[in-house]
Nanobody, 116 residues
Framework: QVQLVESGGGLVQPGGSLRLSCTAS????????MTWYRQAPGKERELVAR????????NYADSVKGRFTISRDNAKNTAFLQMTSLKPEDTAVYYC?????????WGQGTQVSVSS
């Protein structure tokens, strides 16, 4: 079955960096786009970044442009989200997501907390 497993979250001070990973299984990873979302307490889930199946095109939310970088390693079935210059408002649970036909799949999420 399709599985997405996020890792790499944690507590970091403002201005710090983290790299999130999303390891996929159960489908042909290199054929599908991957997306990172986040959900802060009391807020709706929002798109953070998206990458095409071959990694040639990426898109970012305005709030993270210039600070976050999405990438992927198709040989390792893994997508990444490199986060730099983190701000307290980046605090959220981060989820990876993929759409296979008409079915959407989510990981369990990884908590990112930015606080001094």
């Amino acid at each position: 079955q399709v599985q997405l497993v996020e890792s790499g979250g944690g507590l970091v001070q403002p201005g710090g960096s983290l790299r999130l990973s999303c390891t996929a299984s159960g489908f042909t990873f290199r054929h599908y786009d991957m997306t990172w979302y986040r959900q802060a307490p009391g807020k709706e889930r929002e798109l953070v970044a998206r990458i095409t199946n071959d990694g040639t095109w990426t898109n970012y939310a305005d709030s993270v442009k210039g600070r976050f970088t999405i990438s992927r390693d198709n040989a390792k079935n893994t997508a990444f989200l490199q986060m730099t210059s983190l701000k307290p408002e980046d605090t959220a649970v981060y989820y990876c997501n993929t759409l296979l036909g008409q079915s959407t799949y989510w990981g369990q999420g990884t908590q990112v907390s930015v606080s001094s």
